[in-house]
């Protein structure tokens, strides 16, 4: 029989050495966060490795700049860290061009032009960057020319790996703060670039024993690490392909990510699935055992790790056919171009949807809806909510949008008309603004602005109030991080006084005190494509 990957087996991308999510492929943003963040974590660890222990051991901390460590930690952690210096080196000197441009070259701008400007651009920079004014003539600003970046020696997929180890329960340690490395001899830690046919390989499964062995030997293994990375693999029956009758389906797969079918149409939003073949699998979860061989259209609302979750996209890149997302191009730290991130990862079916455009669908359209808030008031482009129309049934999954403008989802649906059904985020909490995009400031925020500025979704009020506007009859809270196989990407544990749990029990009852159909989403839910 053909060979696959146990179901049990996780692959984990890494850039430089750190749990790869979205913002670590763009050389810039790399390079901010290398120099910020995750050079502070491992220096902090290699002097003082007991805070970090007692650090862990509550629970609030859990997320926090620490190292998670396992036998051997210190020691590994301390030898890579002395051995990587050199490669990231060159990414350190353009973290540093950007502080230069940022702290000292701006700042002497005043409305003058700007054309010497540019012979005093560091050398990381020349030729990278565009310089202007904002509509005050006062203001300097720049974007980058992101192509130059990718084409430039600063983007190294060298520096590009992915670690297969199994698992045997759901909880994980948070992945952001810790290297990946290969800590035990059962990991196999492969440098590889992310867009590599080979991990389609690997993931689409079905191998004779011979391919295994070709690939084993383009991957670079031999010895022991061959032979581990072999015994990831087992013999499976060939897949049976799906019926082209399967039923119409709405399914709740965990957090943000919703599978649907429809008319043979499949669509995956915000995808951050589950893997299956060890414990807890009797709750009935959707898994990557669920999903079809071909997803037409994979979905993504926003640009963070728990939205757009690499481990996941990696794994079923081989299955999808065309990937859908807000408009980018704002070409800035904070904003990176979202479509050659995709790119270098190996998607190169990608459509932008500006605010309130549409592509058709056997059956129906997707259109981008506006997203305000949850990204701590600065300027982020790449967000929308998905309103998919299903043959008439229309389904909007807004994520963590919030009606921080309450003029907004009257204009909304003054344009577009009555939703049928909203999915919405209610982490109404939500962690301070630098917590994810501190590293890219040019300086630290006061603790008082940045705890007024949050990565929150909606409330009760902001909720009700959006329902209430687009009229729907049926309404489901999800992307609430409480799934116990979020752990990598996320540290949020409720209980029943926390204020979003509150907020998403008022908004449950409102709905189905007026005769609608509501509920908190955990697990799995199936919902019948209707009106």
Not at 74 to 93: H, I, N, T
Not at 256 to 266: E, K, P, Q
Request: with cysteine.
């Amino acid at each position: 029989m053909p060979l696959s990957l146990k179901k049990n087996v996780i692959a984990e991308p890494a850039v430089a050495g750190w749990y790869a999510w979205s913002y670590l492929l763009p050389p810039h943003t790399l390079a901010k966060y290398l120099k910020n963040h995750y050079r502070t974590i491992v220096e902090s660890y290699l002097d003082k490795p007991e805070t970090h222990r007692t650090a862990l051991k509550q629970a609030r901390f859990q997320g926090g700049p620490f190292v998670h460590e396992q036998d051997g930690s210190y020691d590994k952690v301390r030898d890579w860290y002395g051995s990587s210096r050199e490669r990231v080196a060159p990414l350190l000197e353009l973290a540093d061009a950007i502080d230069e441009l940022e702290q000292k070259i701006l700042p002497d701008l005043t409305g003058a032009s700007m054309e010497s400007v540019y012979r005093r651009l560091p050398e990381p920079l020349a030729g990278r960057v565009e310089l202007f004014y904002n509509r005050d003539n006062r203001t300097p600003d720049y974007r980058f020319i992101e192509p130059l970046l990718y084409a430039s020696p600063y983007f190294d997929p060298g520096l590009q790996q992915v670690r297969f180890s199994t698992i045997d329960r759901d909880a994980r340690q948070f992945a952001l703060t810790t290297p990946v490395l290969a800590y035990t001899p059962d990991q196999v830690l492969v440098t590889v670039p992310l867009d590599s046919p080979l991990l389609d390989r690997v993931f689409a499964g079905g191998l004779g024993a011979g391919e295994l062995d070709r690939i084993v030997e383009d991957l670079g293994l031999d010895g022991q690490r061959a032979e581990t990375f072999r015994g990831f693999f087992e013999e499976t029956p060939a897949p049976v392909a799906g019926s082209p009758d399967a039923p119409d389906t709405i399914e709740y797969v965990g957090h943000a990510c919703v599978f649907v079918r429809h008319r043979g149409t499949t669509f995956l939003v915000d995808p951050v699935i589950s893997y299956s073949g060890y414990s807890h699998e009797s709750d009935g979860r959707f898994t990557f055992d669920d999903l079809p061989e071909r997803i037409d259209y994979v979905m993504i609302t926003h640009n963070h790790q728990d939205h757009m979750l690499l481990e996941t996209l990696l794994k079923i890149r081989h299955r999808v056919g065309r990937v859908v997302i807000a408009k980018s191009a704002n070409s800035s730290l904070v904003d990176p171009d979202l479509k050659r991130i995709l790119g270098s990862l190996g998607f190169h079916d990608v459509v932008e949807l500006d605010d309130l455009e549409s592509i058709g669908t056997p059956g129906g359209t997707i259109t981008a809806l506006p997203f305000l808030g949850e990204h701590g008031d600065i300027r982020i482009r790449t967000k929308c909510g998905w309103l998919l129309d299903l043959d008439g049934t229309r389904v909007l999954f807004a994520a963590d949008s919030t009606n921080i403008s309450p003029q907004l989802y009257a204009q909304v649906t003054a344009t577009v008309g009555q939703v049928d059904t909203v999915f919405i985020g209610m982490e109404s909490v939500g962690a301070p603004v630098s917590w994810l995009y501190g590293p890219l400031f040019p300086e630290k925020l006061e603790r008082k602005v940045d705890a007024g500025r949050r990565l929150k979704g909606s409330n009760f009020e902001q909720a009700a109030a959006i329902v209430d506007t687009l009229r729907a009859g049926r309404v489901y809270v999800y992307a609430m991080g409480q799934e116990p196989w979020l752990g990598a990407v996320m540290c949020v544990e409720y209980d029943e006084t926390h204020p979003a749990m509150i907020d998403s029990d008022k908004l449950v009852a409102y709905v189905t005190e007026r005769g609608g159909v509501a509920k908190r989403l955990f697990l799995n839910e199936s919902i019948e494509v209707r009106p």
